[in-house]
């Protein structure tokens, strides 16, 4: 499994602390893929979206907005999140991509053929 955490987004204050464009809360995005195909040769993949407040460090440099990077972002949203909840976000996750690989529940109409069910081979 895999995680990409976007967090190109940003909502920014003009003005704060005598800097301009100041980063103060992140839009994330992040997809887990795992390495498991469904029936069309696509790797399986979930989607948590989410907001995170950032606040400004005064024990840190400051980073210009044109030099902020999505790496650089990702770490003060991680950071301000705490292990546990980026843990619980990656945790959701991995449940709806193994849902996916193998559900427990499916959608039939009545008077329809059900498809066939898809065996994943280890």
Do not use: R
């Not at 993949?45 to 005064?58: D, F, K, R, Y």
């Not at 991995?94 to 059900?114: C, D, F, K, R, V």
Request: charged share 20%; proline share 8%; net charge negative.
């Amino acid at each position: 499994m895999t995680y990409d955490w976007n967090c190109k987004t940003v909502d920014v204050h003009p003005q704060e602390e005598g800097e301009t464009d100041v980063v103060y809360n992140v839009h994330w995005i992040v997809t887990g893929t795992s390495d498991q195909l469904d029936p069309q040769g696509n790797a399986y993949s979930a989607t948590n979206i989410g907001t995170q407040v950032v606040p400004l460090n005064p024990e840190t440099p400051f980073i210009p907005f044109d030099e902020l990077t999505n790496e650089v972002v990702v770490g003060w949203t991680k950071d301000a999140m705490g292990e546990e909840q980026v843990q619980s976000i990656e945790d959701s996750i991995a449940s709806q991509i193994a849902e996916l690989e193998n559900p427990t529940s499916i959608t039939m109409t009545i008077g329809e053929q059900p498809e066939p069910p898809v065996t994943i081979e280890e």
